[in-house]
């Protein structure tokens, strides 16, 4: 093995212990949008039809759908509830599920393995794009190769890109995070890759073009216009992500019109391919159109900083927010972020700064145009949205902005051993060594501010807890443990409840009503029941207390109080409804007496109940 595959393996390890350590416990509990995209997968494990939905969205795709109903099936390409989400990183989590069980760790392992996959595949994607040495395009086997110190560290840049996603910490976050943001950055790598391999080929192939060496040019543009197409299927702002080959496109015919020309196919053939590959999808926005602007107007119109009325001004807005986010002034929810701190952190924003300038210092190269476009355009979604800096939304961001710090840590490099020798009492050059020592010394204090942020204070958050559900989890693995047949009732009701219905691994084992209303349930005949009560629900509470008095109850635990009503109580409550139904409900009618309903969960209250 080459000493540069050793420290790039290296490099994947460490992405690999920072993304999967305690994976089931950092973040603590199971937030509701994790467990939301857990149920979806956990029907597709379960062979359930499609669409369902939890907690009444239904509501809201029935004025999505209007007089065109959707089709039943067993395989959606497309998940409505809870804003609507693109399907892949549901799939994939479903096998996750299948293998492992509806726990939290299945649900994390697939952003986890794809940010540990985002890191490997930045490299070769960086690698691409810089084309050593010296970000110039590839030499033709026959030329001299340079062999200067200068050369060398900037083969480094590809390493330094990875090592910078391995460790910068909003990356870390969201690939411990069971949302469908990180899976994008590998499809977005991909997609890098491959073009930039065809744009490589195409300037080094001499004329005439081997057939061999066309076909390879050829199948590049195909794969990348694959991973392009294949983008929209994982995250919204993927759908922004065409828009940085239209840019560079038109950058490209505008520097070096020839070349492009001799490549009109390949490119068109990126273009159609990538079509193809999203026209499931497209087809049903264009079918739905509610769901294709439904999350992204939402987003884009609430929030803080948004400016009613006028979008323009707050992107502008928005402009100075996401740059103090990246220095000094990060995101302050706690759910993304450790409150306030920034994207990078001190060494990074340095070698970002240092990196910004060389890039710009190159003006018109190919490959410093892209990457500048790739990440403008990859942090469009945060601009254009509420609450700047939203790093979740900046999660495409993260590539770019660790090849940018490559790039500005070996201009660092360059600097030093051109310089170097005027530190050196003899004017010679400062050995290697001192290079080395000078570059893990850099490296290891950001891997620090690292380890130190994230594993340290965000983790040991008093808040953490609250904002990721786990009093909800708890609950609902307390409730999943009770005996087999149990009647379950959570009062009073709430509007978020996916977290409790995957800790049961069934959204039908729990009911909910108000506990406001003259009605109790009081579960099926021969059944034992258990009301889960939140403390602060003490009306409900005495209630209970007073209809069954011979039932066990514990308020030992801190999320709800625990009342269990054996089989013989519910059977003498039962027994006294005229026409028994799957749940009777007790309470006075207005002729006096005992009434009947049927009780179904609901996010606003109860409902079905009869008086």
């Known amino acids: 093995m080459s000493r540069e595959r050793a420290v790039l393996l290296l490099i994947v390890l460490l992405a690999a212990f920072l993304r999967l350590w305690q994976l089931e416990a950092l973040p603590p509990g199971l937030y509701h949008d994790e467990a939301y995209n857990g149920l979806d997968a956990l029907s597709l494990v379960q062979g359930k039809t499609f669409p369902q939905f939890y907690e009444g969205w239904e509501l809201y795709a029935q004025e ?7 089709e039943p099936t067993r395989w959606p390409i497309f998940f409505e509830g809870n804003y609507g989400r693109e399907p892949l990183h549901i799939y994939l989590m479903a096998l996750s599920i299948w293998l492992l069980g509806p726990t939290p760790l299945a649900i994390r392992l697939v952003p986890a393995l794809s940010g540990v996959l985002a890191v490997l595949l930045t ?3 960086a690698k691409a794009l810089l084309n050593q040495p010296g970000g110039t395009v590839r030499r033709p086997a026959t030329a001299k190769v340079d062999q200067s110190p ?17 460790i910068l910490v909003p990356a870390i976050h969201f690939s411990r995070f069971g949302l469908r943001a990180m899976l994008f950055v590998p499809v977005e790598m991909l997609t890098v890759l491959f073009f930039w391999r065809g744009y490589n080929l195409s300037q080094i192939t001499p004329s005439p073009v081997h057939p061999r060496s066309k076909n390879a040019i050829t199948r590049s543009f195909l794969l990348a216009g694959f991973f392009l197409g294949l983008g929209i299927y994982i995250y919204a702002a993927a759908r922004l992500f065409p828009l940085l080959f239209g840019l560079f496109v038109l950058f490209w015919a505008w520097r070096d019109w020839a070349s492009l020309r001799r490549n009109l196919l390949n490119v068109g053939g990126m273009a159609v391919v990538s079509l193809v590959t999203a026209l499931p999808l497209l087809y049903f926005f264009w079918r739905y159109p509610y769901f294709f602007v439904f999350r992204i107007a939402y987003v884009a119109n609430r929030g803080l900083g948004t400016v009613e009325d006028r979008p323009l001004l707050t992107w502008l807005l928005n402009v100075g927010r996401v740059v103090r986010g990246l220095y000094w002034q990060g995101e302050t929810h706690l759910r993304h972020n450790l409150p306030g701190r920034p994207y990078l952190d001190p060494l990074q924003a340095i070698f970002f700064t240092l990196g910004l300038v060389d890039t ?15 990440l403008l355009v990859m942090l469009l979604p945060t601009i254009m949205s509420g609450d700047a800096p939203h790093f979740g939304r900046m999660t495409g961001a993260a590539g770019p902005v660790a090849i940018v710090a490559a790039v500005g840590a070996v201009w660092l490099g360059e600097w030093l051993m051109v310089n170097g020798k005027r530190l050196m009492v003899n004017g010679g050059q400062p050995p290697k060594v001192f290079h080395f020592s000078f570059y893990l010394l850099l490296l290891i204090g950001s891997l620090s501010f690292t ?6 204070r965000y983790a040991s958050h008093p808040q953490l807890t609250a904002d990721f559900y786990l009093p909800e989890w708890e609950l609902g693995q307390f409730a999943a443990a009770q005996p087999e047949g149990t009647v379950l009732y959570l009062s009073p009701t709430q509007e ?46 005495q209630r209970l207390t007073s209809l069954f008095p011979q039932a066990e109850i514990d308020q030992s635990r801190p999320d709800a109080w625990v009342m269990t009503v054996p089989n013989s109580a519910a059977q003498a409550v039962a027994a ?12 006075p009618n207005p002729a006096g007496g005992v009434c009947g309903a049927l009780g179904r969960k609901s996010p606003v209250g109860d409902s079905g109940l009869a008086g």
Do not use: C
């Open 64 to 70: 999505a759908h209007g007089e065109n109903p959707p």
């Open 150 to 166: 200068i050369a060398n560290l900037q083969s480094h840049a590809p390493l330094l890109a990875a090592f910078f996603l391995a």
């Open 451 to 456: 380890l130190r942020d994230y594993f340290v």
């Open 123 to 125: 490299y070769f994607a």
């Open 360 to 374: 710009l210092r190159h003006k018109l190269n190919p490959r410093t145009i892209f990457l500048l476009l790739w």
């Open 496 to 541: 978020e409840m996916a977290t409790i219905y995957f800790a049961l691994a069934d959204p039908e084992g729990l009911q909910s009503y108000s506990g406001t209303g003259a009605l109790v349930p009081v579960g099926r005949p021969g059944e034992t029941a258990v009301y889960l009560v939140r403390p602060a629900n003490e009306a409900n509470w």
């Open 576 to 587: 006294v409804v005229e026409q028994p139904r799957p749940h009777a409900f007790r309470g």
